[in-house]
């Protein structure tokens, strides 16, 4: 099995590389090939990378690559892990949206479109290339705003599957606080990419006892205290949503946070320094403690199930991927792409049955998933009135002064990646 990933040269990558070394089993991987231009960054990534396979024993062979047509030939599945623009861009979508006392976040409100607009071309180029060297390749997403970019790639036509860890890392949370393996957790995981909300948290798979109630009055506070959420509103809700959306249930004082403190993008620039500098060490052979605090916890293990779901030829595996809605939220085009448990095999992901929705949760689901086709059609065809209305759209900003404002800085700050601008 030949594994590409594109975005090779990320200091995430030995956190992919470990969980295929250790899961090699489930995904018996013969080549992977890391893809990146930055040749300084996919040499140090690399090294460590094969060191990693070395110590656990992986067979596989571990190559690397600048030139995206010889790393995807012959793939199997193709992961995309890219950042258009850097950390250097990133920085600028944290900081800008914060003048007009707007959020500044990398995947929400106007610095998330910002890097849609940046990436879906870059996604879509890519994914022809694979389609012409590789045709029965299955592409897996996992570049940000992932919901956008999977539906960008479904509605090009592609095999793609989109995924995110945040699903995993609260199935993980969960197990531990009931002390059960994270397999016995099955969630009721509903909404779109960074906007999903748990309602249930069942034992034993789809049809299991729900111990969310009791989760909530057990756990509450810690549950709350990750979330950065209070612990009477999860009482209240009953459901425990996704830390992004406190983005929406307390904007204006993320907005005060955020002002008053350096942005997560410099956070993380400083950190990736170090980390290849950790990554040069030839003494070092597995992936560093400091990585986890880079984010993406439990992609590998993400990216393993999914993977070997796609291309092992058995039985459906029970996964929440990012994938066409086709009637699951009855409320939402068909074309639109959920987030939602599905079950995933050879021929792709089918979302498995959804309870109805309350107003209170499918009225957010379905204004973001407005904008995201609004979004999608501005990557798409450019122009300042599509951004505008874009982000005339979105709930975080709504205001039309706000949206001109905005849509002049983003596309003062973006202009070397709109070829349209």
Not at 156 to 163: I, R
């Amino acid at each position: 099995m030949r594994l590409a990933v594109v975005g090779g040269g990320s200091t995430y990558t030995p956190e992919l590389v470990d969980g295929f070394a250790r899961l090699r089993e489930t995904l018996p991987i013969t080549e992977l090939v890391l893809v990146d231009p930055a040749a300084e960054r996919l040499e140090l990534v690399g090294g460590l990378a094969r060191r990693i396979f070395a110590r656990q024993g992986h067979p596989g062979a571990v190559t690397t690559t600048s030139d995206l047509d010889a790393g995807v030939a012959g793939a199997d599945a193709v992961l995309l892990q890219l950042r258009v623009g850097g950390q250097a861009a990133r920085q600028r979508d944290e900081t800008w949206p914060l003048e007009c006392g707007c959020v500044g976040q990398e995947t929400t409100g106007a610095g998330g479109l910002a890097k849609a607009l940046r990436t879906v071309p870059v996604v879509l180029d890519i994914a022809e290339r694979v389609r012409r060297s590789s045709p029965d390749a299955w592409i897996i997403d996992f570049t940000n705003p992932v919901g956008i970019v999977t539906r960008a790639l479904l509605q090009d036509g592609h095999k793609a599957v989109g995924l995110c860890n945040v699903a995993i890392g609260l199935q993980r949370k969960f197990a531990g606080l009931l002390g059960v393996a994270p397999g016995e957790v099955h969630l009721d995981h509903v909404g779109l990419n960074h906007l999903t909300w748990e309602f249930g948290v069942r034992l034993g798979g789809p049809r299991g006892e729900d111990v969310l109630p009791g989760l909530l009055a057990g756990h509450g506070d810690a549950i709350a205290a990750d979330l950065r959420l209070p612990r009477p509103l999860l009482d209240r809700l009953g459901v425990v949503p996704s830390y992004y959306l406190r983005y929406f249930y307390a904007h204006d004082e993320v907005v005060g946070e955020l002002r008053g403190g350096p942005s997560r993008a410099e956070a993380v620039a400083a950190m990736e320094r170090r980390l290849l500098e950790m990554y040069g060490d030839p003494a070092l052979d597995e992936k560093p403690a400091l990585l986890a605090q880079r984010g993406g916890a439990f992609y590998s293990e993400a990216a393993v199930e999914l993977a070997a779901a796609l291309l092992a030829g058995g039985g459906p595996a029970t996964q929440v991927v990012n994938t066409r809605n086709d009637g699951t939220l009855p409320f939402l085009p068909d074309d639109a792409v959920v987030e939602v448990q599905a079950a995933v095999d050879g021929r792709g992901a089918a979302p498995l049955a959804v309870p109805a929705v309350d107003p209170l949760y499918a009225g957010l689901i379905a204004h973001v998933t407005a904008y995201e086709e609004l979004a999608l059609d501005a990557a798409l065809r450019g122009g300042r009135d599509r951004v505008f209305k874009a982000l005339l759209a979105h709930p975080l900003v709504g205001q039309y002064e706000y949206a001109e404002t905005l849509t002049d800085r983003l596309i003062a700050h973006n202009r070397e990646h709109l070829a349209w601008a």
